[in-house]
C-alpha cells in the first residue's frame, strides 16, 4: 500500500465498541502499544473488520500534537505515545521530527515557531497526541 500517511502501523483488532453511528476500533500493534481509531460502523463492515483480524492505521503527521510538559496533565486525545525527539528536519516553515517511543517511531510535523517554543532538539522528552478521529483505518483487499 502506498500512501501519503508518514505513520503506518500494522496490528491486529483487539477490541471492536459498536455504536449507532461509530465504532470504537482498538488496534494492538506487534510491539504491545494500543491505537484507538473512532470510524463510522460502515467503514467497520466495509473493511470487514473483526476481533483478531489484521489493519494498518495511519495517521498524517500534521495531525499529531507535539507537548514536552506533560507532567500532571490530562488529555482527552486516546492515543498517548511518550517518547524523545531523535532527529529533527527543519524548513521554510515547518520543521519534521521524528519521535521514538519505545520501539515506535512517529513522524510528526509542527510550524518551526513551535518547535522553538518546545524548545525541540534531539534528546528532549516529549509526548505525541492524537485524537482516535484523526486515524484512518485499513484493512487488506
Known sequence: MNTSARNRFDGTVTEIRSGAVNDEIDLTLP???RIAAVITRASTEELG????GPATA???????????DSEGM???AR???AG????LTR???NTAVELRSGKLVLSVVVTNESADELALVPGVAATALFKASHVILATPA
Do not use: D, H, M
Open 31 to 33: 510491539t504491545g502499544e
Open 49 to 52: 473488520l473483526r476481533v483478531g
Open 58 to 68: 495511519l495517521v498524517k503527521a500534521p495531525w499529531i500534537v507535539l507537548v514536552t
Open 74 to 76: 490530562r488529555f482527552s
Open 79 to 81: 492515543n498517548q505515545f
Open 84 to 87: 524523545t525527539v531523535s532527529g
Open 91 to 93: 524548513g521554510a516553515v
